[in-house]
C-alpha cells in the first residue's frame, strides 16, 4: 500500500490571481466612490480608471445549480470574477458602465435582489441551525429567508438613516455576532439531565469550569456519577451543552428569541457599541417566525422615521434615550433589561440626566 | 437503492417570497435523480423538516479528519435513530462540514468556483456556503470515506482546511486596498501572513481555546474585528487627514451649508471640523481620532493621510463565559510596509499566542484571561510600553501598591526623550 498523501499546508490562498484585473491593477490606488443606485458602487482609481460593481443577496446556502448560475451571469454579462462580501452578498464588477443595467436585469431575471449597499437592510449574518449545527434551538437558514422576505423592500433601496446590519444566533454563543439589530436564542429553563449519560459522555470537571455561575456541581445520581444543577443560580446561558450533551438547554417551547439593538462595529462618530436587550419571549415559530419579524419590523420603522441621516441604530437610541426608545417602540420595559452582571453598573444611569 | 422524497410542509413554505430560496436549492439536489448526492439530500430534508416539526436539532459532533491534521473537519452524525438505533435517514446519517479558507478578501474567478462545484458534486451533498462567519467556505454534507478524497481535490487546487477547535482560526480581511479608497494598509497581506505563519497551531488544536486574526484597513472596521477577533488589525493613519479644498466648496454647494454642518461638522466625535466662511474645511488634526464619519460622507473631498499603518487590539471575543469583550488597543500605532515591519507584526502575534499558550485556562480566551491577570500583566509579558492610548481614562480607585512610582516615570521620560531624538 502506498504511503497517504500528506497535505499541502498551503494556508490562506493568495488573492492576486482571482482578482478582478482592473481592481489588481490599482490595488492600493482608488481614490474615492459613489453609489450610482442602491445595490451600486462606482470605485474611481488615481489612474482614472473606474469599476462598476453590482451587489447582488444570495441565499448563502447554494445548491451547486445556483453557483453556476451566478457563474453563468459573471461570465455572460460581467467579466468572470465575483467576491463575497462577509454578509454573504456577491459582487461583481464591470469596467464599463454600459454592463451594469444589462447586469442588473440578468440577476434580477434570476431571482438575486440587487442591493444591501448604503442606508439599507443588507443581508443578515447567519449561522448555522438546525442545517448543521449541533447545538441550536432553532435554524438560521430558514429565519433569515423568513425575515428577508419581509424586509426585501430595504434591501432593495437606501431609504435607512444610515446602514443597518442584522444578525441571527441560533444559541447564546452568538455566532451571529454584534449587530444594529441581533436576533438571538434565549433559554428560559435550565438544561434538563440525562443522569444515565453524564459518566460516559461528560468531562464533568470541565463542565462544572464552564458555568458562569458556579451553578453545577457533582453528584451521584441513581448510584451513577452525575452533575446536578442550582436552579435557583442557573442563567440558563447553555454554556454546559457543548462539553455535555446530556445537559439538553434547547426546549421547543421554553428556548424563546430574544431582540437586541445598537450594536457596531464602526468607529465612526462613536466607538464601536454593544448591543442591547429589548424584548425577550418570542415563541422559536418556524417556519416563519412572524413574532419575531414584527418586532423587528417595528422597531426599524420607528429608527427610519425618527433618526438623524448617518445615525445608526445604537447613535440614535443614545441621542433619543432609552425611556423615549420604549415609548416609540411600544415594548414594554422590565427588570430584565437591567443589567446585574459583573460591571454592569456602567449601564445603570449615576446622573441627574433624565428625560420627560 | 432509491429513497424517496419525503413530505415536508414547513419547509415548503419557505419556498414563497422575494428572497433566493435555499429550500429550493436542497429540493433541486434531492430530486437530481442519478447524481451521488440526491439520496443524501432527500434524507437530510427530512431529518431538516423534523426539525421545523420538533423544534429540536438532531447533529451530534464525532471525530473526523485528514490524513496529517488535527482540525477542520466538522463531523456531523444524525441522531434521529429509533429503537433499534438504525438512522430514521440513513442516508443523510454522516453530513460533515469541509472548512476551506478563502483567498483573502474573498476574490473568485468563476472557474474556481466551477472547479469546487464539480468536486462537491462527485464526493459532497453539492450545498456549499459562501462563507460562515468563520470566514471560511463551508462545503456541507460530506460522508466519512469522502471527506479524504474531497479534501485531497481541493487541497491540489491550492485551497487548505481551516480552523476548528481550540487552535488558530481561519481569519478575515476586508476587501481593502483591491478596491476602498478607505484601505490605510495592505490587509490582505496582513491577514494572509498572519494566518500563514501559524498554520502549525491551526492544523493542530492545541491551544487553550480559539484564537482569531481579523484585519479591517480603516476604522469603519468592516471585519468587526475589535467585536469578534481575539488579534484586530486596523489601518489607521498618524498625519493629516488630506482634504481637497475645492471638492469641499463642490459639496457644500451641491447639498447646502445647513446639510454639511449638520451631518459633517456636528457629528465629529471631537468637535474637530469647523467649516470656513468661504465653504472651506479646518481640520483640528491633533484632535482627530481617525474615526472615518467625515471620510465616510464626503468621500471626493476627505481622505486618510499618507503616513499610514496600523492600531493593533487584542482581547475581543462573544459572550460565554465571562459575557461580551471588545478588543482593546495594545499597540497604538506601527507602521506596516516594509518587510521588516510584517516581522514585528508577526512576532507581536507569536508573543500574544505564546503567552496565552502559556496561561490561559482550559477554553478561556485571550480577552477573558486579560480581564483575569490584568491588561499590565499581559503587556509585561509581551514586552510592550504602556501609552495613555491604551484606556478610556486613568484608574478611579486607588487599590493600587505605587511604590515603583519613580522608576515607572523614569522610563516613560526615557521613552519620549527617545522618541524625540
Known amino acids: ?356 | 437503492m432509491a429513497n424517496k422524497l419525503h413530505d415536508t410542509p414547513l419547509l415548503d413554505q419557505l419556498e414563497s417570497g422575494p428572497w433566493p430560496s435555499f429550500v429550493t436549492g436542497l429540493k433541486r439536489l434531492a430530486n437530481d435523480e442519478g447524481k451521488t448526492y440526491a439520496p443524501m439530500m432527500k434524507d437530510l430534508l427530512g431529518q431538516l423538516e423534523t426539525s421545523y416539526r420538533t423544534r429540536k436539532g438532531y447533529w451530534k459532533g464525532g471525530t473526523v479528519g485528514v490524513i496529517g491534521y488535527g482540525g477542520g473537519i466538522i463531523p456531523r452524525f444524525t441522531e434521529l435513530k429509533d429503537e433499534n438505533d438504525k438512522a430514521l435517514f440513513p442516508e443523510a446519517a454522516e453530513f460533515h462540514t469541509l472548512r476551506i479558507m478563502p483567498p483573502a478578501g474573498m476574490h473568485y474567478d468563476t472557474a474556481t468556483l466551477r472547479k469546487f462545484c464539480d468536486i462537491w458534486e462527485k464526493y459532497g451533498s453539492g450545498l456549499i456556503a459562501f462563507h460562515g462567519q468563520s470566514g471560511d467556505i463551508m462545503f456541507q454534507g460530506c460522508s466519512t470515506a469522502n471527506v479524504q478524497p474531497a479534501f485531497d481535490e481541493m487541497n491540489e487546487m491550492g485551497f487548505d482546511l481551516g480552523g476548528a477547535g481550540p487552535a488558530v482560526r481561519t481569519g478575515m480581511s476586508c476587501v481593502g486596498a483591491a478596491r476602498c479608497e478607505h484601505s490605510c494598509t495592505n490587509e490582505q497581506r496582513a491577514h494572509r501572513e498572519l494566518v500563514n505563519s501559524f498554520l502549525d497551531d491551526m492544523h493542530r488544536p492545541a491551544l487553550p481555546y480559539k484564537f482569531k486574526f481579523k484585519v479591517s484597513g480603516c476604522a469603519n472596521d468592516c471585519m468587526n474585528s475589535i467585536q469578534r477577533a481575539d488579534m484586530a488589525v486596523i489601518g489607521t493613519w498618524r498625519d493629516d487627514i488630506q482634504v481637497d479644498q475645492a471638492e469641499v466648496k463642490n459639496y457644500v454647494a451641491a447639498k447646502g451649508r445647513k446639510y454639511v454642518i449638520d451631518n459633517v461638522i456636528t457629528r465629529c466625535p471631537t468637535n474637530a471640523l469647523s467649516l470656513n466662511d468661504d465653504d472651506t474645511l479646518d481640520v483640528d488634526n491633533k484632535n482627530c481620532v481617525r474615526c472615518m464619519h467625515c471620510i465616510n460622507v464626503m468621500t471626493k473631498a476627505l481622505s486618510p493621510g499618507n503616513d499610514k499603518g496600523v492600531s493593533i487590539l487584542i482581547g475581543g471575543k462573544r459572550t460565554l463565559k465571562i459575557g461580551d469583550l471588545m478588543g482593546t488597543v495594545v499597540v497604538p500605532f506601527m507602521k506596516l510596509e516594509t518587510d521588516e515591519d510584517y516581522e514585528k507584526l508577526i512576532e507581536l502575534a507569536q508573543n500574544a499566542i505564546d503567552f496565552f499558550a502559556e496561561n490561559a485556562l482550559e477554553h478561556e480566551r485571550t480577552g477573558e484571561m486579560i480581564e483575569r491577570i490584568g491588561l499590565v500583566n499581559f503587556l509585561e509579558g509581551l514586552g510592550l510600553d504602556v501609552d495613555p492610548n491604551m484606556v478610556n481614562q486613568p484608574r478611579t480607585n486607588s487599590y493600587i501598591r505605587t511604590d515603583g512610582w519613580d522608576e515607572e516615570a523614569k522610563k516613560w521620560f526615557e521613552r519620549k526623550a527617545a522618541a524625540a531624538n
Open chain 1, 1 to 356: 500500500m502506498s504511503a497517504p498523501r500528506m497535505p499541502i499546508e498551503s494556508g490562506v490562498p493568495d488573492p492576486f490571481p482571482f482578482m478582478h484585473p482592473v481592481l489588481k491593477k490599482n490595488f492600493g490606488q482608488w481614490k474615492y466612490h459613489e453609489r450610482p443606485r442602491p445595490g451600486v458602487l462606482m470605485h474611481v482609481a488615481k489612474s482614472g480608471d473606474k469599476v462598476w460593481t453590482v451587489r447582488a443577496g444570495t441565499q448563502r446556502q447554494m445548491d451547486v445549480y445556483t453557483i453556476r448560475k451566478l457563474c453563468d451571469i459573471a461570465d455572460k454579462f460581467a467579466e468572470g470574477h465575483v467576491r463575497f462580501t462577509m454578509r454573504s452578498n456577491i459582487e461583481y464588477m464591470v469596467s464599463s458602465e454600459a454592463k451594469v443595467q444589462p447586469l442588473i436585469d440578468a440577476l434580477q431575471k434570476e431571482g438575486f435582489p440587487i442591493g444591501g449597499t448604503g442606508p439599507s437592510v443588507t443581508m443578515i449574518s447567519h449561522t448555522q441551525g438546525w442545517l448543521h449545527c449541533d447545538i441550536p434551538a432553532t435554524d438560521a437558514s430558514g429565519v433569515v429567508k423568513a425575515l428577508m422576505d419581509e424586509l426585501h423592500e430595504e434591501f432593495v433601496k437606501e431609504d435607512m438613516p444610515n446602514r443597518v446590519h442584522i444578525t441571527t444566533s441560533c444559541c447564546q454563543i452568538n455566532c451571529g455576532g454584534q449587530g444594529d439589530i441581533a436576533i438571538n436564542i434565549q433559554h428560559t429553563k435550565p438544561p434538563k439531565i440525562n443522569h444515565d449519560l453524564v459518566a460516559n459522555v461528560c468531562e464533568r470537571p470541565s463542565v462544572v469550569a464552564r458555568c458562569p455561575v458556579a451553578a453545577i456541581r457533582p453528584a451521584m445520581v441513581n448510584g451513577k456519577p452525575s452533575l446536578e444543577i442550582d436552579e435557583k443560580k442557573c442563567v440558563c446561558c447553555g454554556a454546559c451543552f457543548p462539553p455535555c450533551p446530556p445537559m439538553q438547554i434547547n426546549d421547543p417551547e421554553h428556548s424563546k428569541l430574544a431582540i437586541w439593538v445598537g450594536g457596531k462595529h464602526s468607529n465612526a462618530r462613536s466607538k464601536p457599541m454593544f448591543h442591547k436587550l429589548v424584548a425577550a419571549g418570542l415563541p422559536n415559530n418556524a417556519p416563519r417566525w412572524p413574532e419575531v419579524a414584527a418586532v423587528v419590523k417595528k422597531i426599524l420603522a420607528v429608527y427610519k422615521a425618527d433618526a438623524k441621516d448617518w445615525e445608526r441604530i445604537g447613535d440614535w437610541v443614545e441621542r433619543i434615550g432609552w425611556p423615549r426608545f420604549f415609548e416609540l417602540t411600544g415594548l414594554p420595559f422590565t427588570k430584565y433589561h437591567i443589567d446585574n452582571w459583573r460591571g454592569g453598573r456602567v449601564n445603570l444611569n449615576a446622573s441627574a440626566h433624565i428625560r420627560f
